[in-house]
């Protein structure tokens, strides 16, 4: 669509930007939101993928929501339905602010229209591959491919490296601040001395006086805020997710760092069920050395998901701030939204004074056990919360052992498998043995973390599991493996076989079981290197 040079157009400048408008045509509809596809794009975290729509009119031009998570708002108020706004109305997305101005100038006007046709986007996207291609020349062994995200200071590409791997290149903008290259080189350092299944992987850094960019593991899949926006997860899928954000978190934590920004937009999620935390922009190093980069007045992170003590000072911040960031994601994703909702310095106040709402009030039924380990994760004083990202493992992965007993056949589709916009079903067959044993179906990576609560727990019994291979038993005595086989496959080859399976059904019996086997595996390390093969079959080493 090409915009009408007529009097009958309309602008909506964006507040902060010279000469800078949106022309509406009487009869044309521009959409605003964060996806690639938007016509009117904001990188901005609080602004959903489709989050409204300006539609002109001869009246005016009428705003409407789009169902955005934060909402849009016209001269400070929430729009619930269409809003028809007129010159002067200030319209807010996200934490932009917009000002609906006089009609258009005639034809020759300086004023330049942001609304991008997908030719346009084209042309754009080539200008910033040539940008890339300048910055990171085949000197580097890189070739750029496809821009993945832009920000204020930092580009992330495709790329593809000499040895033919693909990665994710992320540059630093020339004439970036000193504290931008400080901070950005801070966590290429975090990212490159941990090495992780459910962390991004950095495989090179490069810190020269003309260019600056570590490339990492490019994860194909999708941000747990994409995921959502389709439709809130179920209670297996956000607690096997939230386990294994806290089992990063747990490293983390252990080599003295932390994220400060844990949100659903920095949880990817792979097909066959691995997360990642990503985006380590605001990361904190408490070993490293030089001056603090952050000052008081520095806004570190997204409201919605920080606690009180990063809003009032993100200096003075320890590792539990972090669980409230997982607290808060995980709402998120059970319920499709952050547990405090308004415009941003309204955010700001709830998060400071108000206690944060209970998960049984948006799902009624839910698991006490998963409405109080969310209710402690959100607590207002971090003395209140728990006090280790271990103790996060152990309460979630106690909570997803009562998912398994109250909803025997699991979630509906696999977190990171392909929507075919009617989901993908997880397997329908019943569980092996009567009702009432802790067993079911399992997707994606659920099995893994079961096996690692019966470790965490000690627990003996028998483990039945019946794949697309047939069906196999793994002994359990205090939590460690003692016997496995499957068909005519025995000991670790045959565990590792069924705990990779990518679906099916289990069923645990416990009670002593007497064998003599000198077979003592530990769970927790075979659910690891599963993970990492896994891992390494979406993005190898290079």
């Not at 490159?192 to 495989?203: F, K």
């Not at 998901?305 to 998120?332: K, W």
Request: net charge negative; with cysteine.
């Amino acid at each position: 669509m090409e915009w009408k040079e007529t009097l009958s157009d309309h602008l909506v400048k964006l507040l902060g930007a010279q000469s800078v408008s949106i022309k509406i045509g009487p009869r044309d509809v521009v959409t605003i939101g964060r996806s690639a596809d938007a016509d009117f794009i904001l990188d901005d975290s609080l602004v959903s993928r489709r989050h409204c729509s300006l539609h002109g009119s001869d009246a005016g031009v009428i705003v409407s929501d789009l169902g955005s998570r934060n909402g849009t708002e016209v001269n400070g108020v929430r729009v619930r339905a269409e809003v028809l706004v007129r010159p002067g109305d200030q319209i807010r997305v996200g934490r932009a602010h917009f000002l609906v101005d006089e009609k258009a100038r005639t034809p020759g006007s300086e004023t330049a229209s942001l609304r991008r046709s997908r030719r346009d986007r084209r042309r754009s996207d080539g200008k910033q591959a040539d940008e890339a291609a300048t910055f990171l020349p085949p000197a580097t062994g890189y070739e750029p491919i496809e821009l993945l995200a832009s920000g204020s200071s930092t580009l992330v590409y495709h790329a593809r490296s000499q040895r033919g791997q693909d990665v994710a290149v992320k540059m630093l903008r020339p004439g970036a601040s000193f504290d931008q290259r400080t901070r950005f080189l801070r966590s290429a350092d975090v990212l490159a001395r941990l090495d992780h299944p459910n962390l991004a992987r950095v495989v090179d850094v490069c810190d020269e006086v003309d260019r600056c960019f570590f490339a990492m593991g490019l994860i194909q899949g999708e941000s747990l805020a994409d995921i959502v926006e389709r439709r809130p997860l179920g209670a297996r899928q956000a607690l096997s997710i939230g386990v294994q954000i806290a089992r990063a978190l747990s490293l983390l934590h252990q080599e003295m760092v932390i994220h400060r920004d844990v949100r659903p937009e920095n949880v990817m999620v792979i097909h066959g069920g691995i997360a990642k935390l990503v985006g380590f922009g605001f990361v904190k190093d408490l070993e490293a050395s030089g001056a603090a980069l952050t000052k008081l007045s520095d806004a570190v992170g997204d409201p919605s998901y920080i606690p009180p003590e990063q809003v009032r000072d993100p200096r003075d911040v320890d590792h539990r701030s972090d669980l409230y960031g997982l607290g808060a994601t995980l709402f998120h994703a059970l319920t499709g939204q952050a547990p405090f909702q308004g415009t941003p310095l309204e955010v700001v106040r709830r998060v400071l004074a108000t206690p944060a709402p209970r998960l049984g009030t948006f799902l009624p039924g839910i698991s006490p056990l998963l409405e109080g380990a969310l209710d402690k994760l959100l607590a207002k004083s971090a003395d209140d919360r728990f006090q280790s990202a271990t103790d996060v493992m152990a309460a979630l992965d106690h909570a997803l052992m009562t998912a398994c007993r109250s909803d025997p056949r699991g979630d509906a589709s696999p977190v990171g498998a392909p929507d075919d916009g009617g989901g993908v079903t997880a397997t329908q067959a019943s569980p092996i043995v009567a009702a009432g044993q802790l067993g079911g179906g399992f997707t994606g990576l659920e099995l893994l973390e079961i096996v690692q609560f019966l470790e965490l727990n000690e627990k003996d019994g028998r483990l039945a599991i019946e794949t697309g291979e047939g069906i196999g038993e793994i002994v359990l005595q205090r939590g460690l493996i003692a016997a496995a086989s499957v068909g005519a496959v025995e000991g670790e080859a045959a565990a590792r076989r069924l705990l990779a399976a990518p679906q099916g059904t289990f069923e645990f019996r416990a009670g002593g079981v007497a064998i003599t086997s000198d077979l003592r595996l530990r769970p927790a390390a075979i659910a690891l290197d599963l993970m990492r093969a896994r891992d390494e079959e979406v993005h190898p080493r290079s």
